[in-house]
Nanobody
Framework: QVQLVESGGGLVQPGGSLRLSCVAS????????MGWYRQAPGKQRELVAT???????TDADSVKGRFTISRDNAKNTVYLQMNSLKPEDTAVYYC?????????WGQGTQVTVSS
């Protein structure tokens, strides 16, 4: 059973930056794919970015050029560097992990972009 714990959310002004972290525990192996999703109030959860253990990434069009996903395989940790934040980036950000066909989710961390 994989457990995911996110950190790094908070309140930031438009144009600012935040770095989210997500640590996965409970797996003896490198997790195949880890990623970030977000859910704004009244909206469905949407993909932000994913990264495989080999380093292949996918990004939503809305964050291209502003957000960067990375990971440390030795620590089964995934990061999301968020720059040039906009009010529309306000959401709860969820980490997820795909391992052996099972999908796991973290509890989420709130990101609020407001002046």
């Amino acid at each position: 059973q994989v457990q995911l714990v996110e950190s790094g959310g908070g309140l930031v002004q438009p144009g600012g930056s935040l770095r989210l972290s997500c640590v996965a525990s409970g797996s003896r192996f490198v997790i195949h794919t880890m990623g970030w999703y977000r859910q704004a109030p009244g909206k469905q959860r949407e993909l932000v970015a994913t990264i495989t253990s080999g380093g292949t990434t996918t990004d939503a069009d809305s964050v291209k050029g502003r957000f960067t996903i990375s990971r440390d395989n030795a620590k089964n940790t995934v990061y999301l560097q968020m720059n040039s934040l906009k009010p529309e980036d306000t959401a709860v950000y969820y980490c997820n992990a795909l391992q052996w066909g099972q999908l796991y989710w973290g509890q989420g961390t709130q990101v609020t972009v407001s002046s």
